[in-house]
């Protein structure tokens, strides 16, 4: 990203900052397959530190650090509880099929990015010969599709008491766990404390180039490693990328609070602008979802071009018929760049101008 283009399709478009880079470069490094990359060992430390777990691991990206959890926890032919919108479920390619045989029982997410309680309850298998063994519930915290809604800690002790009840494991994809921490203003250890695994994402809000982190405890991880090296995720002098992710978690962790205001800035300013519909009340992190009405003068996608020709500003359509759009602030979003984006939007949804506009171009 250059520094006149306002990048806005998402958190994981951050590019490292120049302290990173100088700390990349500095990095002690060590084979990390042999357990001797002492950056690596440190990111590691401190991460399971952070999240109140026993150990820590760092993978090559957020699909391989739910994956490798998903598979520790799992045998072929069990099955995982998790939503509809999971990003496990929509976004990793069937990794958890594909390569566990793991089947998912999905449920709907509720508009706070909750699973409901009883649907959990009903959807988890008896002792029968017919059934899968219900083995995993997942969450998402944030939930992306909601908002990036935090799930607060009553309701994760409440899954998490369900899970026990039933002797089922409960893996939290947190790859926003530090936005969550952040909106309901707890610790990322007490969103976890409850879980068996939680998976992290480095590389988003927390601006390092590459990686994840996955948590539990020792006995899980040590699981978690095998199924990392037979995925290809041994990684060598991985120090590199850990130097950047130590400063993800000294420094970016203690800034998303700037991105949450951002986005409420955003939201606040496109929901004053005709043929725009959003919900500012549900916008208590860095996601932000609109809609263009169906009397706009323009199309999402036609938005979307304009934006980016006219103005250097990138924001992808998130679903063309339902005339969707989402946006996510981060690190090299700064409030300017959110004013230049609403005084760009206002001169295109404003109708005479765009009429005007759309006559010059034919
Ligand atoms: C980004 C993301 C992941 C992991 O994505 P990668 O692109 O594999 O790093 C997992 N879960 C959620 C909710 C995410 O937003």
């Not at 006149?4 to 084979?31: F, H, K, W």
């Not at 045998?75 to 089947?103: N, P, T, W």
């Not at 003068?297 to 679903?319: C, F, N, Q, T, W």
Request: charged content about 25%.
């Amino acid at each position: 990203m250059t520094m006149s283009v306002i990048d806005l399709r998402s958190d994981t478009v951050t590019v490292p900052t120049p302290e990173m880079r100088e700390a990349m470069a500095n990095a002690q490094v060590g084979d990390d397959v042999f357990g001797d990359d002492p950056t690596i060992n440190l990111l590691q430390e401190e991460a399971a530190a952070m999240l109140g777990k026993e150990a820590a691991l760092f993978v090559a990206s957020g699909t391989m650090g739910n994956l490798s959890s998903v598979l520790a926890h799992c045998a072929r032919g069990e099955e995982m509880i998790l939503g509809k919108d999971a990003h496990i479920f929509r976004y990793e390619a069937g990794s958890a099929a594909m390569y566990g045989g793991v089947q998912p029982n999905t449920l709907p997410v509720q508009a706070d990015g909750t699973l409901d309680l009883n649907q959990i309850r009903r959807a988890i298998r008896g002792n029968n010969v017919h059934f899968p063994t219900t083995r995993l519930i997942c969450l998402e915290n944030t939930q992306a599709s909601a908002f990036g809604a935090p799930l607060p800690p009553d309701y994760i002790a409440d899954v998490a008491n369900i899970a026990r009840d039933h002797n089922l494991k409960l893996h939290i994809d947190g790859a926003r766990i530090f936005n969550a921490a952040t909106a309901l203003g707890v610790e990322a250890s007490e969103l976890v404390k409850d879980a068996d695994s939680v998976s992290f994402c480095l590389s988003k809000g927390l601006c390092a180039p590459v990686g994840s982190v996955v948590a539990g405890s020792r006995e899980f991880i040590e699981r978690a490693h095998r199924v990392r090296k037979s995925l290809g995720g041994g990684m060598r002098q991985a120090g590199i990328l850990a130097a950047a992710g130590l400063i993800s978690l000294r420094k970016m962790t203690r800034r998303l609070h700037e991105d949450h205001a951002t986005a409420r800035q955003f939201a606040e300013g496109i929901a004053q602008m005709p043929y725009i519909r959003t919900d500012v009340s549900r916008v208590k992190t860095n996601i932000v979802y609109f809609n263009l009405t169906a009397d706009a003068p323009i199309a999402v996608d036609e938005l979307s071009a304009r934006l980016k020709a006219d103005h250097g500003i990138l924001m992808r359509p998130y679903d063309v018929s339902e005339r969707s759009v989402r946006v996510l602030t981060h690190y090299w979003i700064k409030p300017e760049h959110v004013e230049r984006t609403l005084s760009a939007m206002r001169a295109l949804l404003d109708p005479v101008r765009a009429g005007r506009e759309r006559l010059s171009a034919d």
